[in-house]
């Protein structure tokens, strides 16, 4: 039985500074979690730092769907109430907390607020399991606060620059809350670190294995002089980082090489550890990165421009990648910044890595990231150059200095689908978008192509508006005190990150079927405005039969152009489908008031999620099936080679947008057999304008589940005698031969 | 005629026949006639009808717009007369699952080029190039020439895959267009090259000789067909000109494998050629050493 004693205290505390400044508010929250949600030290961590969330809480990140900043978990305590039979006293207890939260509950406060346009057409919170072109997101994610800082002066400094910023404020007579709250929360801090000190010297204490007893006491003392020092040493730095991260709850984790990199050499030279323990050590950190099992987040980057000491990073950075290669884990998503001219034992190594299995590192490419960044976002060159990316996604912020959460979705698949069909659903029969007319009524291409625009337009537009509100409402609501304590410049404002604080607040968006949306257009545009082979109401009702009966018409729509193909007519449809969507979406910023809001394309389940709600589409995709991956071509509709492929995914523009994902599968034999094929094809990439890649070597399996289905293995190479071929292309006898030789 | 040709298919990212990545162009039409064809639909000069009998629905659609009676039913299943096919090329589109093509199709040089040079930066990054193939490329020789030649005006490295046998002033006169030749050694016997090719190879050692005394780079590449070539007297032979020809670039064996029988089964020539199982891995290695304990060494599988 869930045991709800936390959950309850939480409630009581917030109820009792309901009404006290936010930051005193927050601050009392956070004591009163903390270290209440921690949990102990398991066999083998050299570091102190598990936690168990509860249903009740305060985040800055998400704890479900819509569980964040000050959050309940309404389903679930819901469900404990009809799974356990608990004491009529405690039930009403807990009755009562859900009761009140109802309106305290961050994301209700939020949608409370909407307009009652934005009700109308953002209906739902639900987007993964409902039918719809947008839908906002409840999240403050990918929060990367200045670790440096933090390491830098450690506790003592912060300490000591709070008192020093609250004096200034108190003779400037300005609010001192924020930096009251700031020194509970730093108390908190400390307390955890002592906390868990006292816990682990008991195990010392009862542990009978003599060198096990030593390790624990280190561990011990490592917290405690963290509590009244700033980091000496790696161990110190790493334990100082992993309570705050966890504390703050911060799940991604910036350019560890800059702020790890120094540590590490200076304890080498010192012969304080050598190389051996320092991998101990980030095997541990990599496998409590692993547990805290994020799915999407746990982002550690390495490499790249404008790192202070690169030659220490650089060394960092091997380890990290060797812990990455050993460990074997699906988190941490270990990332490479690299640059022409930087050290290339690095990207040698990342090879390495990803040839040893990992899909890790991702790689990232400076020399196009940092121009693109300057153009997306206005950031200066300089700025630029300390870009991270956060979560699975990807999109780019600066360490410690930007924000910019995704706080919405849009479907364009759906989109577009709605439009043929006059604003009603395919799915669910209800009119959800704008009725800009039927499809019988565009006479021409570029009329269909207009009422699409104007579709994502207005989803677009009021997701902007949306993300300005949840902003507003988190800013009145809290300061998220550890995050703006390491947030340019909210320490010296005296404000919170989202309350005026930070200096570049901007918000993206994600947009999914991209690629699914421009190639229905190409076959739209091809076969039913120009070549004239298929009527608008045949496309319509092929569609709504999902193919049925129309096989003829589901090949001819299938063979129409395919983006991924380095085809000019659909690469230039992809093209025009992507910048209008980020120039639109660009343009969003300055009427809402954010420093930027951008488009991400992106790489996470929500293609297959939305896909299930989406009708057939008339690029030849069946009702309910996955959309593509990222700015991928859509079910290995690249058939004309991976050179082609490249050549098309670098086409659309990378200047207009927060990051895009390149998902790319290699056969292990191109992989191992032929390194200097796979480093060319990926310098042509990256010469041509590629701005990451995400490289999966598929072993066995992937060849055995391309017997089973196929068509979503197009590209994958094999080598068969004397040549090349496409695996799928083969005779199944043949493949089974492949399959069967490929074990040796 | 000149300025086109008929091709099989253009395979980009090729990285097995020649250096770095390439673009290889399949030529049809070939004067040899090997019994292990791995490429049997490149033979013939004309394009063919293909059928692939695994997608066939045996629906019949195709029967009834055939200006000929090439497709017809047999015990309830799709039959094709191969020899009644008039090319119209009516079926293709009329079948619902594909399963009927044309293999073989004209281009022009200028098409062929505009593919090439699309993946020109990753020849350039690895090394690579364009490689002309087949069937043999000297059998449509004006548009192997024409393609040669605006590969090298784009500086684009070029290889010529080639049986050897086609006449020797074509030889001397593409010369200058090819960086490198990928030329066949199929059997050392003279009538057993003739059992087995088609042809004698006294014309193809002719011209071998000719081009490695004109500078020419050349790799020697050597199928070898289980039962019938991987005797001790054809790696001698191998072995006898590795040790004669020393600037050779080097010696690539080619195991057999059987892709080549799906491929004819499709235009119905299954029957033209043997019918063997695809050269395990273990068998090829121990070529490799056979070759190497006979002195061999700048030889590798290809």
Redesign the interface.
Known sequence: MKDYSKELKITEVYKEYKDAHPAIKEAMCLKAEYPAYFTPLQDGDLFAGRLQQGRVGFTIDEWGPTAFAYYCQFEEIENDLKTYDYPAEEKVKIEEMLKFWETEDTSNKIRKEYPPLMAQYLFSDDWMNTSGIAFPLYRLTGSTPNFKKLLDIGIPGIYKEIEELKATAEEDRRDVKFYEGMKIAIDVLADVCLYYEKEIRLLAEISTIDEKKEELNKIADTLHIITISKPRTLREAIQLFWIYTYAADIRNYGRMDIYMGDFLVNDLNAGIIDEDEALKYLKSLWQLMADRNTVVHNRVIIGGKSRPNEANADRFALLAMEATRTVKEIEPQLSLRFYEGMNPALFEKALDVIGGGATYPILYNDDININSINNAFGFSIKEAERYFTPYGCGEFILEGRSFGTPSGVINLLKALEVTLRNGVDPVTGKVIGLQLGNFEDFHSFDDLMNAYKKQVEFFVSLLAEQEVLEYKICGEEAPFLYNSLLYDDCMAKGKGMFAGGIKYLGGTLETYGNTNTADSLTAIKELIYERKLISKKELLDVLDNNFAGY??IQ?KLANAPKYGN?NEIADSMLERVHNHVCNFVRNQAERVGLHSYLVVIINNSANTLMGRSTHASADGRKAFEHMNNGNAPSGGNDK?????ML?SIVKPSTAIHAGSVQNMKFSPE?FFE?R??IK??L??YF??GGSQAMITVLNRGDLENALVEPEKYRNL?V???????RFVE?????QK?ILS?TL? | MNDSGIIVDI???????GP??RTTVFLKGCPLNCKWC?NPEAIAYKPQLSFNQ?KCLNCFACLSVCPTSTHYIKDNKHEINFSLCQLSGDCVPAC???ALSITGKINSVEQVIELIL??K??YI????GVTISGGEPMTQFQFTKQILKACKDNSIHTTLDTCGHAPSEKYLEILPLVDLFLYDYKESDYDKHKEYTGVYNDLIQKNFNMLYGASAKIILRC?IVPGINDTDRHFEAICDLYKEYPKLVGIEI????N?GL?KARKIGAEEKFISID????EKSRKWISTLHELGCTNIRL?
């Open positions: 096989e003829n090949l380095n004309e080679g991976v050179t082609a050549n191109l032929r200097d094929i060319s094809l310098k042509t010469d041509k190479f080598r068969v005698g004397g040549f090349s071929a083969l005779s199944t006898e043949v031969d030789r040796y | 395979q980009r990212f090729s990285i097995h026949d770095g990545i791995h695994e619902p699952n594909e699309k993946d930066d990753f990054n690895s090394g690579g199928p080619m195991p057999y494998h892709i799906d695809t050269t395990d891995k290809g």
